[in-house]
């Protein structure tokens, strides 16, 4: 007789093989709670591989969140037909899935959606499009930001611009800073916002409280042997229901590194 917990991964496996079958740029897999007639008339998108959700997800979306705002836990599945590491998919849908359960009791509206576009512009377009929502906004960490304004990440800056300049006329970004070795003082990237051409889209927001808060360690906590120390900092790093999901199901035991 099959689990609950595998009858989740096979639903999700089954809604993803209809979805890549479909063609469709962009589509919610789950909503909770269940949909009701009266709509969030703003969207908070937080795209991400959440390969774990870790509590840092959770509190991006509840410092952004306000009344009647709905929450949409977006996952990139461009590479479907390969074999995905550390966790398949449909193991992340199933994660995104506690994670959302658990918001929705606090009345906060999440959907689960997939996509197989890479660019922002084309994930906002069938969101934006629908006429629902009168706002939509991305959360994004300082080095999303950056990848999302560097030049190399398109064909040229006249391709850059036009990208940006579709994406910005649907959206607009609310960015997380902290202090990071890597990027510099929150005075530092307050000043990157600023200085862009692009600041009067882009909203910042300091990130209290997820210092060193990262899916990748918690993969590399739960490939440790099990302790007080390792057992309580996975607390700290990822919701209860996310972790014991983790655990029973035995994700994240090999060492792969070839997803964020």
């Known amino acids: 007789m099959s689990s609950p917990r595998s009858n989740l991964v096979d639903i999700f496996t089954r809604r993803l093989n209809a979805f890549h079958a479909s063609g469709l740029p962009l589509q919610i897999l789950s909503t909770h709670p269940c949909p009701t007639s009266t709509l969030p008339t703003r969207l908070l998108v937080l795209d991400s591989s959440f390969n774990p959700p870790t509590r840092a997800h959770t509190q991006m979306a509840r410092a952004a969140m306000r009344q009647h705002d709905g929450l949409m836990l ?3 599945v461009a590479n479907a037909d390969k074999r995905v590491q550390p966790a398949g998919f449909a193991s992340r849908l199933c994660l995104m899935e506690v994670l959302a359960r658990k918001m929705a009791v606090d009345g906060i509206v999440v959907d689960l959606a997939v996509t197989t576009r890479p660019l922002f512009a084309d994930k906002v377009a069938p969101v934006a499009g629908s006429g629902v929502y009168e ?5 994004v960490g ?5 990848r999302i304004l560097d030049v190399k990440y398109y064909d040229d800056a006249d ?3 036009m990208v940006l300049a579709s994406f910005f006329r649907r959206a607009r970004l609310l960015v997380f ?3 990071s070795e890597e990027w510099g003082s929150v005075a530092e990237q307050r000043r990157f916002v600023e200085e862009s051409e692009w600041t009067s889209y882009i909203q910042v927001r300091l990130d209290n409280g997820t210092e060193g808060v990262s899916s990748s360690r918690v993969r590399e906590l739960v490939r440790m042997p099990g302790g007080a120390r390792r057992d309580d900092e996975l607390a700290r790093l990822v919701d209860d229901d996310v972790l014991n999901w983790i655990e029973s199901e035995n994700l994240y035991r090999t060492d ?3 997803s964020s």
């Open 177 to 179: 800073i902290r202090p």
């Open 142 to 146: 300082f080095d999303t930001l950056i």
């Open 256 to 258: 792969v590194h070839n």
């Open 135 to 139: 706002e939509v906004i991305f959360l």
């Open 159 to 161: 391709k850059m611009n």
């Open 74 to 76: 977006l996952l990139s």
